[in-house]
């Protein structure tokens, strides 16, 4: 049994119609702090879809998404948090389970695909997800620099011996040594 989503908002596949069916989903406050919880973000203040969903062959369904989201971000450099803003469009399609396949899921040049089943796809998870695939792996803080002392490990390896820096434990082998 799949787990309830933080976020749901499923639409009946028979809805869509043949001209398509636009429709935007919203989180509330309290699906915004579910969300961030799941994500591990401090906050999450604004989560919004605009869907445009056409239908397609064998129930499937192909959804053009634009994301729009309000949150907090923890800074990998100064481990402060601070406020961000997010936008981004993607293309996503709804298979039902019995047509769903793995191989079909690991291909680049498709749009991703989301199995669903019964009559129903849950738009609210399917946003966020997108939104946990659009978050930047290593968020930093606008104006945020590294600290002086931390060289990124390019430069180390390319630096000539005598500016190596010194492993600060060496000391302590040293001190072992001289211990035997």
């Given at each position: 049994m799949t787990p309830k989503s933080e976020f749901s908002?499923?639409?009946?596949?028979?809805?869509?119609?043949?001209?398509g069916l636009k429709i935007t989903?919203?989180?509330?406050?309290d699906e915004c702090r579910l969300i961030a919880?799941?994500?591990?973000?401090?906050?999450?203040t604004m989560?919004?879809?605009?869907?445009?969903l056409v239908s397609s062959d064998q129930n499937s369904v192909v959804a053009q998404g634009a994301l729009a989201a309000k949150f907090q971000h923890v800074c990998v450099v100064t481990l402060e948090p601070f406020e961000d803003v997010l936008?981004?469009?993607?293309?996503?399609?709804?298979?039902?389970?019995?047509?769903?396949?793995?191989?079909?899921?690991?291909?680049l040049?498709?749009?991703?695909?989301?199995?669903?089943?019964?009559?129903?796809?849950?738009l609210g998870e399917a946003t966020i997800e997108?939104?946990?695939?659009?978050?930047?792996?290593?968020?930093?803080?606008?104006d945020s620099v590294l600290p002086e002392e931390i060289?990124?490990?390019?430069?180390?390896?390319a630096a000539p011996v005598s500016e190596k820096r010194i492993n600060p434990f060496a000391a302590l082998q040293e001190l072992r040594q001289k211990k035997k």
């Open positions: 908002r499923h639409i009946a596949v028979n809805r869509i119609g043949s001209n989903v919203e989180a509330t406050a919880r799941r994500l591990n973000l401090p906050d999450v989560l919004r879809c605009r869907y445009n936008t981004a469009s993607f293309n996503i399609k709804f298979v039902p389970e019995e047509f769903f396949t793995e191989s079909s899921a690991l291909e040049d498709v749009e991703d695909e989301i199995p669903y089943t019964g009559n129903n796809i849950d997108q939104f946990a695939l659009e978050l930047p792996a290593y968020p930093h803080k606008p060289i990124p490990e390019e430069e180390v390896q």
